[in-house]
């Protein structure tokens, strides 16, 4: 089946400094990536549709300066967290579209933690 | 405007019997339903999906069935086992390939 790859797992950084979260499609060609994120114990939100080649689109309440999200290539999407905060301490996950079958695949995560 | 709703936060079953999870819609535009299994700390994870022209889909142990006028879903796991032990999210979008709208999830633990 499709694999989405997340990288880093894990990260923590500094408050006020920014962080990059790589997501990849490994086998697959994806013109739309999905970035969500996960506060303890509770569902998940999406963020924002990551298109190749263009704008994304982020949903209401999401701050777009605050969370850069680029898909060049029809491989890869990134999230950037900027200026980040200990308020933005959350699980990270993307997505995409799985040829394969009738569903998405999720990458692995990414945990932010800002000391 | 919760537009999914899993009202059980949690399920416990013992194991060989079946685990029913259920799902609730509000928005009649929704036409593409999927289930999927989450660990902490990992991303979730593919079970089965079904479209709002079938009322039912069966895939091994897990099947899912659609019941759209009462808007509902739901998901059967037969025989449970103690792996199946998690976090299950029931997801809906409009038309296959847009975005997906999640439910709060419902913890599954099945006991040996």
């Known amino acids: 089946g499709a694999v989405v790859s997340q990288h880093p797992s894990w990260v923590i950084c500094k408050s006020g400094t920014s962080v990059k979260i790589e997501c990849r499609s490994l086998d697959f060609q994806a013109t739309t990536m999905f970035w969500y994120r996960q506060f303890p114990k509770q569902s998940l939100m999406l963020m924002a549709t990551?298109?190749?080649?263009?704008?994304?689109?982020?949903e209401q309440g999401v701050e777009k300066d605050k969370f850069l999200i680029n898909h060049a290539s029809l491989t890869l999407s990134t999230l950037t967290v900027t200026s980040a905060h200990p308020e933005d301490r959350s699980f990270y996950i993307c997505s995409a579209r799985d040829p394969d079958n009738y569903g998405y695949t999720f990458g692995s995560g990414t945990r932010l933690t800002v000391v | 405007d919760q537009q999914v709703k899993q009202n059980s936060p949690s399920l416990s079953v013992q194991e060989g019997r079946i685990s029913i999870l259920n799902c609730d819609y509000t928005?009649?535009?929704?036409?593409?339903f999927l289930w999927y299994k989450k660990y902490p700390a990992e991303g979730p994870t593919f079970l089965i999906s079904i479209s709002s022209i079938k009322d039912k889909n069966e895939d091994g142990r897990f099947t899912v069935f659609l019941n759209k006028s009462a808007k509902h879903l739901s998901l059967h796991i037969v025989p449970s086992q103690p792996g199946d032990s998690a976090v299950y999210f029931c997801?809906?979008?409009?038309?296959?390939?847009?975005?997906?709208?999640f439910g709060a999830g419902t913890i599954l633990r099945v006991k040996s």
């Open positions: 997801a809906a979008s409009v038309k296959y390939g847009n975005k997906l709208v």
């Open positions: 928005n009649s535009m929704f036409d593409y």
């Open positions: 990551s298109n190749e080649g263009s704008k994304a689109t982020y």
